[in-house]
């Protein structure tokens, strides 16, 4: 016991310099939670959509425990790589248990994984809700490109790989997604509505969006479909509402849907029958 | 001190030479059934195939440095990334983790003579090597190696899809391999229960014992799953079944939960025999017993419960499983992992730590995983995971914590290397290799989370829509190269110090029994045992007056020792 630190004056000393850090600690975190928005992005961004504002104050929320705990762990680690480095032959006191210790590190990660899980729920209900609404897009997912149908309107889009097909859906109104494949399982996935969910062949997914922002958004496959994969874009054009109705009423002109019609028949055809296998992208084919 | 049990019949080290008229040379490798060669050959094995695995890496990274990389084709890269995740999970590091040290070490830390079932063990490698080879194989057919991904998701991994030879021979190099895995497993059990030692109770086997029976319980919980699900693939490819297809009736996501039942305990099964490595490394090298011992054992049931049970967060974003009762599942897998974490800092804490290349390597573990594990965390919550599957944070998620086990395989290469070569490794050499590894990962993920973030996927040879992506993957492929000096850094060292430094019985100080034979040990390991009173026999041994101390305990007296 020739350590000054080991002794009860120091433990004590010990236990209040913690206390102190622990208040110091308190109102900076106080702060923050009363401001969820002054809280750094931790690389990610609030996204255009309702849900993805959500999904990024989650996303901060649990990167501000992982910050704080790792931190802590880190300190812990580095000081007794520091501390603790041999200085001789000693042998050091061989302590094997510290109950009360291992409660407690046992016990807060658990009301930790609660809180954690709590949150989760509260953003999880918000983003899996379907509320009803009058605007709805069929997208079908194909090997190796997209279809957007509007049913109830003759609007149509459809479009291979590079040819960055177009979703338009308006703003600010929730837009109702019934997404599925043809073939393989496909990706949904709008980094800017911090948002992905897959399409399955024979399974309706159904999700709800709600962009806040017009703009054009760029979406991509990201489950493994086959050759093409890397090349599976597809665009999201937000609008606003008026504009969308203009869009749609485009397309009641019969000439252009038919136009329209033919040219994806024609398309699914030559896939079906391999003559399309030269997508725009032939540089990277086999 | 007279703590050791001498057999009637003393066997004498100048027998060591005689003992046993087997086979010599390529002979022996090929008939032997000791577990300390087929683990060498399992090491062995596993290494080679961790550097293919590695060049398929280094293959890929070099491919994305630019946005349209053309070092390979769309269909080439297919192929590499399958191939790469493939070697990788199941052919490094599953067979490394309990085929290669677990069979060499759990056999002398119990004080065994060798596995339950030396020929089981045997036939256990062989398959292991030709399921091996089956897999690679498929890039010397005409279609190529399978390109599915290491997942196999089906439909793309039926016949109308992924036509070929290479698709099928992946499935039949998985269900060798897969076979081999149950064996082992079986074999691992059946040791542990059947064959400890005098005194070694269930609570004073060393932890990498107890972790390796979770893994082979684990196993033989996991393993027949896939079996069945490959069976079932197969029959779909060629049978004309309908099982993953809808076309028939079937269900293509039952694949995806039947693969992850077996895939996520899986995980597990990988990670905890190298838990168990950096345990024992970190307890010997800061001259300490385990800190919270049977917490540490109470951490990995509870860890091998929950993994049965969190199959689905791989399949949150198919929107058919139920999402709150997978997300509180994982989320608590946290708390065992924490539980490990607290006890390995307070294993270091107060003790003499020495910095060796396996102390090194093994804090090198501590800090990686802590960045892994944390990102998994948020990889638990459905929103956040809709928000990252399959991009690139996923990828640096799952990364961070295999690149840990590497670490921990490297620490548990230099730990008990020694004991069954006979042999040292250089130390300089070696921590070169260990600054290079872990600062190589750390390069090789950090860009590989942010890219995640901006929104690149996962399994995308080019890029060309996002060129801005560059300089993040550059500095990735930097850090894989940094990751690839490692390893030419680890070949050179074993060629290096071939044979220069003996290590003697017990180059550490080390706690556990293997260290108590010779290095090499004889052919069934043991002339004499000790007393077995602990998890530590060699320790106590060695250190009578310096036994392990319980909360508010303090360090006794040498005469109370005694009495």
């Known amino acids: 016991m020739h350590n000054p630190a080991l002794s009860p004056q120091g433990a004590k000393d010990r236990r209040r310099g913690l206390r102190r850090g622990r208040r110091a600690l308190a109102l900076p975190v106080a702060a923050l939670a009363l401001s969820g928005c002054t809280l750094p992005g931790f690389g990610a961004s609030p996204g255009d959509t309702t849900s993805s504002k959500s999904v990024f104050h989650l996303w901060q929320w649990f990167s501000v425990g992982a910050v704080i705990i790792g931190l802590l762990v880190v300190v812990l680690m580095l000081w007794s790589i520091v501390m603790h480095r041999r200085k001789g032959d000693a042998i050091p006191v061989q302590t094997q248990y510290h109950l009360p210790l291992e409660v407690i590190y046992t016990v807060v990660p658990i009301l930790i994984v609660f809180g954690l899980f709590a949150a989760t729920l509260v953003v999880e209900n918000k983003e899996v809700a379907n509320p009803k609404t009058s605007v709805i897009v ?36 929730n837009v109702h997604i019934n997404l599925t494949s043809t073939d393989v399982i496909h990706g949904f996935y709008v980094h800017d509505f911090n948002f992905s969910r897959y399409a399955l062949p024979g399974v309706t997914n159904q999700f709800t969006l709600r962009a806040t922002n017009n703009g054009v958004f760029s979406g991509q496959c990201t489950q493994l479909c086959g050759l093409y994969h890397s090349l599976m874009y597809f665009r999201v054009k937000v609008v606003s509402p008026a504009d969308y109705q203009a869009w749609l009423d485009s397309f009641n002109n019969k000439q252009d849907a038919i136009k329209a019609q033919a040219a994806a028949a024609s398309l699914q055809q030559e896939l079906a029958t391999g003559v399309a296998s030269k997508p725009a992208y032939t540089k990277f084919g086999r | 001190m007279t ?59 070099f491919q994305l440095a630019s946005p349209n990389g053309t070092l390979v084709t769309l269909a080439q890269y297919n192929e590499l990334f399958t191939m790469h995740g493939s070697v990788m999970i199941y052919l490094f590091a599953g067979p490394f983790a309990f085929g290669a040290l677990a069979n060499i070490i759990v056999p002398i830390q119990i004080g065994a003579p060798d596995m339950a079932f030396p020929r089981l063990n045997a036939l256990s490698y062989w398959l292991y090597l030709g399921g091996s080879i089956t897999m690679l194989s498929g890039f010397f057919t005409a279609g190529g190696a399978a390109n599915f991904g290491w997942v196999g998701y089906a439909p793309l991994s039926n016949s109308l899809n992924s036509p070929g030879a290479g698709a099928d021979l992946w499935i039949g190099g998985l269900l060798l391999t897969g076979f081999s895995a149950i064996f082992t497993g079986v074999n691992l059990c059946a040791t542990v229960f059947y064959l400890r030692a ?145 006890n390995w800092i307070g294993t270091m804490w107060r ?3 020495w910095y060796s290349t396996a102390m090194l390597m093994a804090l090198g573990f501590l800090f990686t995983f802590l960045i892994g594990g944390l990102t998994g965390i948020y990889l638990a919550s459905p929103p956040l995971d809709f928000f990252t599957h399959d991009t690139y944070f996923v990828v640096a998620h799952f990364h961070s914590v295999v690149m840990a086990l590497v670490l921990g395989a490297m620490a548990g290469l230099f730990y008990w290397g020694p004991k069954f070569t006979g042999y040292l490794l250089n130390e300089r050499l070696g921590k070169a290799q260990f600054w290079f590894l872990f600062i190589g990962t750390q390069v090789f993920t950090f860009p590989l989370y942010l890219l995640g973030l901006y929104g690149m996927s996962r399994r995308m040879a080019v890029y060309p829509n996002h060129p801005e992506w560059q300089h993040l993957n550059d500095i990735s492929t930097a850090g894989a190269v940094m990751i690839g000096i490692s390893t030419i850094l680890f070949v050179v060292n074993i ?67 005694n009495a």
């Open chain 2, 351 to 353: 003790g003499q730590i």
């Open chain 2, 3 to 61: 703590d050791v049990l001498e057999p009637s019949h003393v066997e004498h080290a100048d027998h060591v030479h005689d003992e046993h008229h087997g086979p010599s040379g390529l002979v022996k490798w090929l008939t032997t059934t000791d577990h300390k060669i087929i683990g060498l050959s399992y090491t062995v094995t596993a290494v080679v195939l961790f550097v293919v695995g590695g060049l398929f890496a280094e293959i890929i990274r």
């Open chain 1, 138 to 173: 069929d997208v079908n997912a194909f090997q190796w490109g997209w279809e957007f149908l509007y049913p109830g309107h003759n609007a149509l889009v459809y479009g291979q790989t590079t040819q960055n097909p177009e979703m338009v859906i308006p703003s600010n109104e």
């Open chain 2, 198 to 342: 005098p005194g070694m109770t269930m609570f004073r086997m060393p932890i990498f014992t107890w972790n390796l029976l979770v893994t082979a319980i684990l196993i033989l919980l996991a393993f027949p799953v896939l079996t069945a699900g490959l069976i079932m693939l197969y029959a779909d490819r060629h049978f004309g079944t309908h099982i993953f297809s809808n076309s028939g009736g079937g269900v293509p996501v039952l694949w995806q939960h039947i693969f992850w039942f077996w895939g996520h305990p899986e995980v597990y099964i990988l990670a905890l025999p190298f838990f168990g490595m950096v345990t024992e490394v970190i307890a010997v090298f800061s001259k300490k017993p385990v800190f919270g011992y049977k917490g540490m054992i109470f951490a990995t049931l509870t860890i091998a419960a929950l993994s049965l049970g969190v199959w689905a967060h791989h399949m949150f974003t198919t929107g058919v499983v139920l999402l709150p009762f997978f997300s509180i599942m994982s989320l608590l897998i946290a708390v065992p992992t924490g539980i490990k974490m607290f």
């Open chain 2, 495 to 561: 060629a290096y110090s071939w044979k220069k430094y003996p290590a003697g019985d017990n180059p550490w100080d080390a706690q556990t029994l293997e260290w108590f034979t010779t290095s090499p040990p004889p052919h069934h390991n043991f002339y004499r045992l000790p007393q077995i009173r602990s998890e530590r026999p060699t320790w106590d041994y060695n250190h009578p007056e310096h036994r392990a101390l319980h909360h508010g305990e303090h360090e006794a007296a040498p005469a109370e020792v």
